[in-house]
């Protein structure tokens, strides 16, 4: 019986080490789980993983050699770097994968050019790189643009980030040579490393190390110098077949290859060029790119001629930029070629500075999907079309700097989006036709330097969004009153300074207790008549800084004119 019970006693402890043995795994995935992070928000509870430890030290080595001036970096402490603003972790294994800290300041209109530079800087990353970022061996998405890595080059080690597949190190003062290693990056689908104006040079010695970035689809070399690379630097881009946008402006190439043996980059929608030196005509394999959304050769020395029928497959173009090239009379034939596509894409057309001659294209008016025209600074002639008034989309137009001539078309009042209207500097005649007061949305109208010898209707003043009135030179005849300027309740810059041979042919006959709806910043009236010895309605304009009043047939400088002026402190500038 002992002998039975001792046999028993023996089973039961093999059976027990048995089921430990078999149970071990789970109890080590129980361990496991109590390194899991919970936490609780608003009654959900997640669990993620906590960063690891040599992770951590890598991105607390990395502040080290940084100044954080507006403390962009104070959430960097504790034992979870997850947590850390800027810094992503995987929810499985707690690597970091994501590292972005780009400068978060936003320029701001409202500031002067030093006060907004200040706050820029004031909101940057300042130093230079640690190695120490080779520990974060799971990183796929690094973001370090627009900080002020103070002329330093860009490290060699960045080539060793093998999971990298986003890279975006603009405007962020890093200048030399662009390390060749970024060739080894063969998961980066998007690469920026364009640089500021402002920046010392980069440069590159080749671009043969492009051709391991295999998945490519966004590059950006914007302002680094590729005058090394002149000779090979389209065939070292035809290499990518998923290539979406390709920027390279201001990168002073000065070779445009005419001819590929075959063209590869059959996925291109963007192509940016600007501001380079060609001098050269555009290379036909530019125009099979059917899949062309976005064409900008905006100052790139860009020559004619341009065959008619070489558009006939970018009809999905959406934005056009060929200004300030010398392409003369071969950038409006194809604006006829582009206006024959049956669903024309058109949204933006950039044409100023090609000194353009003849007449005003009738086809302009047929890019319906227009919303911004600019052809400003050519020499082209006769009367604005009446087609215009189909651009029901436009928002800006631009035909300053022409030789234009005769009326304005009553057909401008069904341009119910337009937000600019930009005409100075042509030999337009005739008053500003009625309809303008249709224009809802109006901010900017600018008819100075012209021949008008007409009125200023009164549904002017139903234009309640205009920010800039401006009717310099001109011989504008007639009667200005209140009505004129009733609606107007944005106003901030209005200037009717008139051509001295108008024999003060304007007047403005505004009573004495008009309280106007808006509040300027700046007026110029000159060559017309005031009714008033001075306008006492400017004594209400707290925002004014510049006044000219010059012969308006009164006398200006009476007790009025005091008494006005002491109740304005940013004055400036009078006349």
Request: aromatic share 8%; with cysteine; proline share 5%.
């Amino acid at each position: 019986m002992y002998l039975c019970r001792a046999l028993t006693m023996a089973s039961r402890k093999t059976f027990l080490l048995f089921l430990s043995l078999l149970l071990l795994p789970l109890i080590l995935e129980c361990f496991l789980l109590e390194a899991l992070v919970i936490n609780s928000s608003d009654g959900d509870i997640n669990t993620r993983a906590v960063c690891t430890e040599m992770e951590r030290k890598a991105l607390l080595k990395f502040t080290g050699g940084l100044e954080d001036p507006s403390g962009r970096l104070s959430s960097w402490v504790g034992g979870d770097c997850c947590k850390w603003q800027g810094v992503d972790c995987s929810n499985g294994t707690g690597h970091v994968i994501k590292l972005d800290l780009r400068n978060p300041y936003q320029s701001n209109s409202t500031l002067d050019y030093e006060a907004d530079e200040a706050a820029f800087h004031l909101s940057s990353l300042v130093g230079q790189i640690s190695h120490s970022l080779l520990d974060l061996k799971y990183l796929n998405y690094l973001d370090l643009s627009s900080n002020d890595f103070q002329g330093n080059p860009i490290p060699n080690f960045f080539g060793s980030f093998e999971r990298l597949s986003y890279l975006n190190l603009s405007q962020a003062a890093f200048s030399g040579m662009i390390p060749p290693h970024l060739g080894n990056l063969s998961n980066l689908r998007q690469l920026d490393i364009s640089a500021s104006p402002f920046d010392e040079s980069s440069w590159v010695s080749d671009l043969n190390w492009l051709s391991g970035l295999s998945s490519l689809k966004y590059l950006n070399l914007g302002l680094v110098n590729l005058n090394k690379a002149q000779t090979n630097w389209l065939e070292a881009v035809n290499m990518f077949p998923s290539l979406l946008e390709l920027h390279l402006p201001g990168c002073e190439l000065n070779n445009f290859p005419q001819s590929l043996s075959f063209v590869n980059f059959t996925s291109l929608s963007v192509l940016n060029l600007d501001d380079n030196n060609f001098e050269a005509s555009i290379p036909g394999c530019l125009f099979n790119a059917s899949t062309l959304v976005e064409l900008r050769l905006g100052s790139a020395q860009i020559k004619g001629p341009i065959p008619y029928d070489a558009w006939g497959n970018l009809c999905s173009l959406e934005v056009l930029d060929l200004s300030g090239n010398d392409i003369s009379d071969a950038g409006i034939e194809f604006v006829d070629s582009l206006s024959t596509c049956s669903n024309s894409s058109l949204k933006e057309l950039f044409l100023g500075q090609n000194q353009f001659n003849g007449h005003f294209p009738d086809s302009f008016g047929y890019l319906k999907n227009l919303r911004l025209i600019d052809v400003f600074d050519n020499r082209l002639s006769g009367q604005i079309p009446n087609s215009l008034g189909h651009l029901k989309n436009i928002r800006s137009i631009n035909l300053s700097k022409n030789e234009l001539s005769g009326p304005i078309p009553d057909s401008i009042g069904n341009l119910g989006n337009l937000r600019s209207l930009l005409l100075s500097d042509n030999a337009i005649s005739g008053s500003i036709p009625p309809s303008i007061g249709k224009l809802l949305f109006l901010e900017e109208l600018d008819l100075s330097h012209n021949g008008m010898n007409g009125t200023i209707p009164e549904s002017i003043g139903q234009l309640k969004e205009l920010l800039a009135l401006t009717l310099d030179w001109n011989s504008w005849k007639g009667t200005v009153s209140e009505i004129h300027f009733m609606g107007l309740m944005k106003l901030e810059y209005f200037s009717s300074y008139l051509s001295p041979a108008t024999n003060n042919s304007l007047v403005f006959d505004i009573t004495s207790d008009w309280i106007p709806p808006f509040s300027l910043k700046l007026i110029r009236i000159g060559n017309c008549i005031l009714s008033q010895t001075f306008p006492a309605w400017l004594g209400t304009q707290k925002e004014l800084s510049h006044i000219i009043l010059r012969n308006v047939g009164t006398e200006i400088f009476g007790s009025g004119a005091k008494a006005t002026h002491s109740g304005l402190p940013r004055i400036r500038t009078q006349d």
